[in-house]
């Protein structure tokens, strides 16, 4: 199977493209960018053809793509991408707008291609078992839920609201919402949050507190900041406190890591042995493909993640509750 990726602006795609080439069945063939000078490193890395002009990319003979630009280009290159028939991995948000998340849910389903969206963390190992666990009814009904996803700033295009779409909350509320949706099988019913820049000298918001209220009224709260400073020994983390009607857990879905004192390079690093999320979810897409199976993360999940972020933006806008208006597919 031969994959190709639509540029390296996220620093995902780094990883994404080391788990393509180390695939058994997939040749990681060929490398778009419209930054000519990355796109030409990460081609010579990756022993792929680089491209500069997308249509000639995407005329090559490649099954699929992963797509990591900017967020707010995702649906110019998942349109592209699906005009050409070629199955889709869109990195997360899967939009920087509800209606643009919709259009490309469309089109994909129109010409017949998997659209599948990048959360990686439903493969974490720990965050599967807890899943079962909560399934399985262990520890009762679930009354409320306190998450986490704390970050380093990541800079760049990221603090630039025209192609980020938001900052702190944009970045890490989907990871979070999208593992309560996953584990719960429930969707958000109000958003209340709170949001700000107290961090950094940026337009963006970098920290905030997001409670929302599903359905079953189950109560959960989110703090996605970009908190962690740039000496912290990993990028961040991704918890979650589970209280049930007969007992609760904790899980880190990156405790399972060494220490690396690193007096070279005059820094201390966390790494992990635990299972890889992004190996899991780039062979899960693999296999999606192979199978002509529906995406195990579909555009609907990338799409009602989302929603509860503009519903965070406008709630914090607003500074009031606000009642989630799900957009019909």
């Not at 493209?17 to 890395?45: N, Q, Y």
């Not at 007096?263 to 192979?290: E, H, P, R, T």
Request: hydrophobic share 40%; proline share 3%; glycine share 6%.
């Amino acid at each position: 199977m031969k994959i190709g990726i639509i540029s390296f602006a996220h620093m995902h795609a780094l990883s994404y493209a080391h788990f393509l080439s180390e695939h058994p069945e997939v040749e990681l063939t060929a490398i778009w960018d419209e930054d000519v000078s990355r796109g030409t490193e990460m081609a010579g890395k990756f022993q792929a053809e680089f491209f500069s002009d997308l249509d000639s990319f995407l005329e090559t003979d490649i099954h699929a793509v992963v797509i990591c630009s900017e967020n707010a280009k995702h649906k110019e290159h998942v349109f592209a991408a699906a005009y050409a028939k070629k199955h889709i991995l869109c990195e997360k948000p899967i939009a920087t707008e509800v209606i643009d998340a919709k259009a490309m849910i469309d089109v994909c389903k129109e010409e017949g291609v998997i659209l599948q969206v990048a959360y990686p963390v439903r493969f974490s190992p720990v965050i599967q078992k807890v899943k079962d666990i909560i399934q399985s009814g262990e520890i009762g009904e679930v009354l409320a839920i306190n998450g986490t996803n704390h970050g380093q700033m990541p800079g760049g295009w990221f603090i630039e609201k025209e192609l980020s779409g938001g900052g702190s909350a944009t970045d890490h509320i989907v990871h979070v919402m999208d593992l309560i949706r996953w584990i719960l099988q429930e969707e958000v019913a109000t958003v209340y949050a709170e949001l700000d820049t107290r961090f950094y000298d940026i337009d963006v918001e970098d920290c905030g507190m997001v409670t929302l209220e599903l359905e079953s009224g189950t109560i959960v709260s989110i703090d996605p900041s970009w908190s962690r400073p740039k000496t912290f020994p990993t990028w961040g983390d991704v918890t979650l406190e589970i209280i049930g009607t007969k007992g609760s857990l904790s899980v880190d879905a990156f405790k399972q890591h060494s220490m690396l004192y690193d007096d070279v390079n005059k820094k201390v690093q966390q790494l992990s042995w635990s299972a890889n999320m992004d190996q899991g979810l780039v062979y899960d897409f693999v296999n999606c493909i192979k199978k002509g199976a529906n995406p195990s993360i579909t555009g609907e999940d990338g799409l009602r993640t989302l929603e509860v972020v503009k519903g965070a933006y406008e709630s914090a806008q607003k500074n009031q509750v606000v009642t989630l208006n799900r957009i019909e597919l």
